[in-house]
């Protein structure tokens, strides 16, 4: 019988696995007719070489599937055997496991950069292939809105790996792929700008790169923490020049790992506004995780207790020295310096003289050793305090037992004296 045929036993076997039912017997006589040459499928637009036919002939669904995409390949020509170029495609019937279709010989540039990072596959990484990006049979210049590299689709992309789905295989993925990325992205002020369609805010390759996307560690990934402000600054340009001048931008681009870098107070991902009042809160917070000390002297003001209330009417710590082109109070150009401070304050308040502003933002009461006569004040304040309600406090308390022993006695003395009522007076 022609299905028992010899020929035929692979694919009996392979299709039983794929595709049993119609398409089976479908395919079956496909083949046949082919084989006799009865058959050849023509494709009018698409340019499939005379190579291609022998594949279409079984693979019709596919031929027609690269016509109707209108994949870039098509037009150029490119044929079936130039990606699947393995002995599994090259023979007929097909015998042994297929190896993923290669497309690095004719883009090198993209094939080499892909390789440095874990994209590839290094070190035993899961990785992500061409086609887990790009697709197969359906690719599309990257400028096409269709395509699925296209800006405005590229995060929908990564998404399907960098994401906190609910198959999300922890086994199959290394810690540091970080799930969370692809939802917080979506939820920062880039993300849903790119959402928009605002073609001018960063998609995840604009930060990471195209192809040589690498991990934050390596020295040449565009994320490193010497790297980013460069990057940032692409189009933040005026805060990285003010960074970069400041003190914290002059020691981070020196690659002193102890001063911040644009992601140290901005998340990268969920990035937000900067003019709302839980960023302004967040900021004083930030500050603190280097600054302690000032950050307990700034407590102790007006100006910290309203805003560890939640009220941002008042000074927070960039009101006073800037967010981005922070120097220390020794530099003229800096907002703290002493010659500055009149218009420093003068933001927020009127009616200003030299005396006004000579108030210490940081006084530090605890401090004996640098600020004696605000150390020695706050004790005498203290013992006052301390004197004057332990005084009162034990006045008010002899006074309560004698009120109390009175009320007392007179209640004893009424019950048990009420045989004798005239004692008591
Ligand atoms: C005689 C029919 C026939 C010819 C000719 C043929 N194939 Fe196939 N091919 C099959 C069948 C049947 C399968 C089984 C799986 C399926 O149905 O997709 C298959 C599977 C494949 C697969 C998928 C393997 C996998 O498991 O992912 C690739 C890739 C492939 N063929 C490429 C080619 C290419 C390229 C050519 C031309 C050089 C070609 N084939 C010629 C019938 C054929
Ligand atoms: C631009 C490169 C490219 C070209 C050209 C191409 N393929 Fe593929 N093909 C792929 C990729 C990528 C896959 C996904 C699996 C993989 O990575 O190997 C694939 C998968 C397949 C499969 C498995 C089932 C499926 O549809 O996913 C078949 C069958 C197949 N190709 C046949 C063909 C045939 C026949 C042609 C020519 C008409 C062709 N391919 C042209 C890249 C290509
Ligand atoms: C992690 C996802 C990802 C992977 C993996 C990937 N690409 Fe890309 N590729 C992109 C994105 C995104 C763009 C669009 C970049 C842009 O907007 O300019 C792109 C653009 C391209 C382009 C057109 C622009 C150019 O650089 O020439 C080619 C060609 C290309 N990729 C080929 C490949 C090949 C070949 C591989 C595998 C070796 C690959 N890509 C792997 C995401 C990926
Ligand atoms: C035989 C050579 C060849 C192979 C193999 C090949 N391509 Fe291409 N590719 C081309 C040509 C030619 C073009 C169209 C000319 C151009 O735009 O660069 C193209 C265009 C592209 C583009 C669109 C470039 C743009 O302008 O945005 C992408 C993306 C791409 N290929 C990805 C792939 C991927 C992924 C594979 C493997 C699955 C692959 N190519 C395999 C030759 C090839
Ligand atoms: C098919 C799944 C897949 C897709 C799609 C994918 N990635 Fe990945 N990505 C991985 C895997 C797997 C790793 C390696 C994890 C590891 O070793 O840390 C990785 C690693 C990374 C890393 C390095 C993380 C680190 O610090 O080690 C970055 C950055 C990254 N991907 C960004 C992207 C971007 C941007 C895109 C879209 C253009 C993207 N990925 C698309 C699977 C994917
Ligand atoms: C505005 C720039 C920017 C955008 C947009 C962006 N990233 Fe990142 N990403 C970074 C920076 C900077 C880091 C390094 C953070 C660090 O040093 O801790 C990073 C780290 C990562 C990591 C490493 C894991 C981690 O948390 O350390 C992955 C994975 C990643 N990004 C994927 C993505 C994906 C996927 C997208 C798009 C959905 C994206 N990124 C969008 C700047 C960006
Ligand atoms: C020490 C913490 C810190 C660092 C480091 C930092 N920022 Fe900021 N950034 C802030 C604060 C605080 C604000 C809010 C400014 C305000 O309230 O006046 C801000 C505001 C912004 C804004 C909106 C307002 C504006 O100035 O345009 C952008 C954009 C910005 N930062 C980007 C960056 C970039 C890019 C870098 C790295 C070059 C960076 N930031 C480094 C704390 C920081
Ligand atoms: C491709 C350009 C681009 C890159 C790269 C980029 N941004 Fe942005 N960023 C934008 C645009 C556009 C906006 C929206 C401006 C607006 O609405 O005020 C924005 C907004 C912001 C805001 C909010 C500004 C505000 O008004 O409060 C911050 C903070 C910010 N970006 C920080 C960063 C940081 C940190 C990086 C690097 C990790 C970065 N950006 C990389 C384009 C970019
Ligand atoms: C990641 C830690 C870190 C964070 C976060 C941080 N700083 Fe700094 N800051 C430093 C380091 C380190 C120096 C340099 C100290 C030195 O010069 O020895 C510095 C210097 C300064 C100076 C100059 C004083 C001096 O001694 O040079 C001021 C003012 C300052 N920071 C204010 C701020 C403010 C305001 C914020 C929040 C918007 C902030 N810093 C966030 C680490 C940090
Ligand atoms: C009302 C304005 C104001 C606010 C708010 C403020 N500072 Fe200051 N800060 C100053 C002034 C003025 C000085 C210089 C006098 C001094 O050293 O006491 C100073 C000094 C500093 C210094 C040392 C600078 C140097 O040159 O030695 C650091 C660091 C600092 N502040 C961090 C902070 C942090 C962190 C916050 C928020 C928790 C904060 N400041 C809030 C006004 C302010
Ligand atoms: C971002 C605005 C802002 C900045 C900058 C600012 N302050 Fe204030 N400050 C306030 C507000 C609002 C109050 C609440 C009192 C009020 O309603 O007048 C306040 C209260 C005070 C108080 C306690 C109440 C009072 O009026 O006596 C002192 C002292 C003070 N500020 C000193 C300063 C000094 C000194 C500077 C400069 C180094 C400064 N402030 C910078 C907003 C600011």
Redesign the pocket.
């Known amino acids: 019988m022609l299905l028992d045929g010899p020929l035929f036993t692979g694919y009996k076997l392979k299709l039983m696995r794929k595709t049993p039912g119609s398409t089976m017997i479908l395919r079956y006589v496909l083949a046949t007719a082919i084989l006799s040459g009865l058959l050849l499928p023509a494709f009018g637009s698409a340019s499939f070489s005379p190579a291609d036919r022998r594949c279409i002939n079984c693979h019709e669904d596919v031929a027609q599937h690269i016509q109707d995409s209108q994949a870039v390949h098509a037009d150029a020509g490119v044929s079936c055997v130039s990606c699947h170029r393995d002995d599994f495609a090259r023979r007929a019937p097909h015998r042994g496991e297929p190896e993923p279709a290669s497309c690095g010989q004719c883009h090198e540039a993209a094939n080499e950069r892909h390789q440095l990072g874990p994209h590839g596959g290094g070190e035993g990484d899961p990785g992500a292939s061409c086609a887990d990006c790009h697709g197969s049979h359906d690719i599309l210049p990257a400028s096409d809105p269709q395509s699925k590299v296209y800006h405005l689709n590229v995060a929908a992309t990564c998404s399907q790996c960098h994401t906190a789905s609910e198959d999300f295989d922890p086994q199959a993925h290394v810690e540091h792929l970080n799930r969370w990325v692809a939802g917080d992205y979506a939820d920062g ?2 993300g849903r ?1 790119v959402q928009k369609g ?1 073609r ?3 998609s995840c390759v ?2 990471h790169g195209v192809h040589a996307v690498r991990p934050a560690q390596d020295p040449d990934s565009l ?1 490193a923490p010497e790297n ?1 402000a460069n ?2 600054g ?3 340009e005026g805060t990285k020049n003010a960074f970069t001048r400041g003190r914290h931008g002059s020691l981070q681009q020196g690659g002193d790992t102890a001063a911040p870098g ?2 140290d107070c ?1 998340s ?1 991902h969920l ?5 709302t009042p839980t960023w302004k809160l967040q900021g004083i917070q930030e500050c603190g995780t280097c600054h302690e000390k000032e950050t307990l002297t700034y407590r102790d003001t007006f100006h910290g207790k309203v805003t560890s209330l939640g009220f941002v009417r008042v000074a927070a710590c960039a009101d006073c020295h800037g967010a981005h082109e922070v120097l220390p109070s020794s530099d003229p150009r800096s907002p703290i310096a002493p010659e500055n401070l009149m218009e420093t304050c003068g933001n927020c308040h009127s009616n200003l003289n030299e005396n006004y502003v000579r108030y210490d933002p940081h006084a530090n009461y605890r401090d004996r050793e640098g600020e004696p006569l605000l150390y020695w004040a706050t004790v005498f304040m203290h013992g006052l305090l301390i004197g004057v309600f332990g005084v009162f406090g034990l006045h008010t308390l002899l006074w309560a037992w004698r009120g109390w022993r009175n009320a007392f006695a007179w209640r004893f003395g009424h019950r048990s004296g009420s045989d004798d009522d005239s004692k008591l007076n």
């Open positions: 002020i880039h700008l605002l001018v805010a960063p604009t930060c994320v980013v990057m940032c692409s189009c933040h644009c992601v901005h990268p990035t937000v506004a900067t003019d």
